[in-house]
């Protein structure tokens, strides 16, 4: 009896939470699923079931292919240097030293800003003549860049802003985990005589796992999830060269109007996420926790 | 009692806010964007504040919606949830992706009457082109503009090149900008030529290099892209050797919304850009600038561009027809004057160039006069069934082209095949 009314009491007290998570979530998705089966209603002319016609459009469109490319390039060079970033930057502002308040601060600013905002600021950066990269470079005579404006470098350039943008961010986990890291282990350590580096590889790096995990995989979701920045610096081009998965989607789904198209894309997304962090999970979990 | 004495004064206070409110008080919504830079939103709403004060039954909320492409997605998103605005000022070119929405109605149906038609045929023909389709009218122009060349006198005489003349033809216009090119001691461009902007929307300025070939890009009824016809590969050969044969032009995708900074800055002495950026231009270059019709090939030509108004589907009869005064009083021509002195946009009609604030504004800044007297030679801009998605094949293979991804000729043949392919459903 006691333990069937301890049930009732858990999903009566998950159900708000529930409740939402399947109305802004889970019920959105499916819809997506189903309206993925079905053609785009244009005017006079009703949706109708199509079945897998999408997906079989989508395998045979090279723009799908780009972008999914620039995606994992995007991922595979954004999510590590910012990560590594961010633990040097969160090493460096954990120990003592004059003005550490104010170095936090300036490592954690880019966050604050809202993604529009840092590719503005970038935009200026990146102008071609009097841009502040093309003014610095002026100075030591070299000639003009345009970073944006030619395909082998627009993504290089999208990439270094996400850096520029997330390390920041997740040094706040870094650090938080320092922090928590007793201090005897190391001084354990050092009367043992061990190095800064074999106390860093032995005791620092193993104990910050649990956070690398936590870190790695809102890395893994944001190179998927954040694009504000495309519709600012690049749009997209030049001939999709750095277009990435979600900013494709946007574009077929409100630019188009091509809505089946668009939720037959967010599908692969979606699936793609799920096996990503699903992945995560299963291979790190067992590993990253020090015992 | 007392409750009772609350209860009846509650009620004829109710009664006298009823009764305080016009009779038949018609509410509108006006959904506007604003392309260029300047007070363009503060004199859209300055002329329906004083449209509101001469008439005092008509209600408008004037929603400035962003970009053009912000305002169609908002438009478009409100109109399939049931709330379409009354009035809507999109691209003229988005008039074939709304039909097939099912989504906008024709003037022609409550602009009634003589005076009506009078009305509609005041406009330039070549604005009217991509507002009219089998015989009805789904957009009225208003915010229209069209490409100039602006240049540089400065340069020009710097460059021992007469300060009035700009080049009249394709050929001239490389000429010259080689003579406008300049380079520093360690061999870096300080000066270009020429720039013809390519980010973004590149197909509008490239339209004007293909009708100056002698080329088109569509059939005009949305059904037909010419992408890979002789003329168009001629001069999208022509775009990308300015900057690789020539070396006149920057090399890469040259920013839109950089470009008069670009001019000001004097790194390139000849621009391509709207006659929407000629107020900003005459406020803000610090030099003596002229403006002139593109040069030509075979033959002049620009393409129109810019906004129509459109009248939305799902309000009443009632307040359709007060959108409609209200589009035929903000486009009559002392209105129009005001709209085109604040922005540089081309006047659509032919009589607000007679008004005298025109004659006067034009008597002190004539470059002004350039877009109107080259709409001669203008054509529709391009425009089909989904005309962002087929708009788009075209910038994408234009974008490949420039930064040589892809030869010219491979680039434009893949476009047409994927234009093809989308708009086989429509023919």
Redesign the interface.
Known sequence: MKIKRDWIWGWTLIAPALALIFLFTHIPALMTLWGSLFSTPRGRKPSHFVGLANYERLIQDPTFWKVLGNNAIYALGTIPVSMALALAMALLVNRPFKGRALARMAYFTPTVLPLIAVANIWLFFYTPGFGLIDQVLGLFGAGQSNFLGNAGTALPAIMVVAIWKEAGFFMIFYLAALQAIPPQLAEAAKIEGAGAWTIFRRITLPLLMPTTLFVSINAVINAFRLVDHIFILTGGGPDNASSLLLYYIYETSFRFWDTAYGATLSVVLLALMCLLAIGQFFLFDRKVHYK | MLANFLKGSAAAAALSLIAALPASAVDLQFYFPVAVGGGAAKTIEGLTETYMKDHPDVKIDPIYAGSY?DTI?KV??AARGGNAPQIAVALSTDMF?L?????ILPFDDYAKGEEGKKWIEGFYPAFMENSQFDGKTYGIPFQRSTPVLYWNKDAFKEAGLDPETPPATWDEMVEMGKKLTKTDA????TQWGVRIP???FPYWLFQGLVIEAGGKLTNGEGTETYFDSPEVIEAAQYLVDLSTKDKVM??????WG?TP??FF?R?SAMVWTTTGNLTNMHDNAPFPFGVAMLPEKAQRGAPTGGGNFYLFKGSSDEQLEAAVKFIEWITAPEQSAIWTKATGYVAPRPATWDTETMKDYAKGFPQVLVARDQLQYAKAELSTH?N??VT?FL???L??A?????PVEEALKEAQAKADQVLAAYR
């Open positions: 492409q997605t478009i998103t992706t039909l097939d929405d099912d989504l360690s061999g870096n461009t390519s980010s973004g920057e090399p890469g995708i040259l920013d950089a900074k670009d800055e790194r989904e962002q998605r788009q910038n994408d293979a974008a490949a420039i930064t040589g991804q892809k």
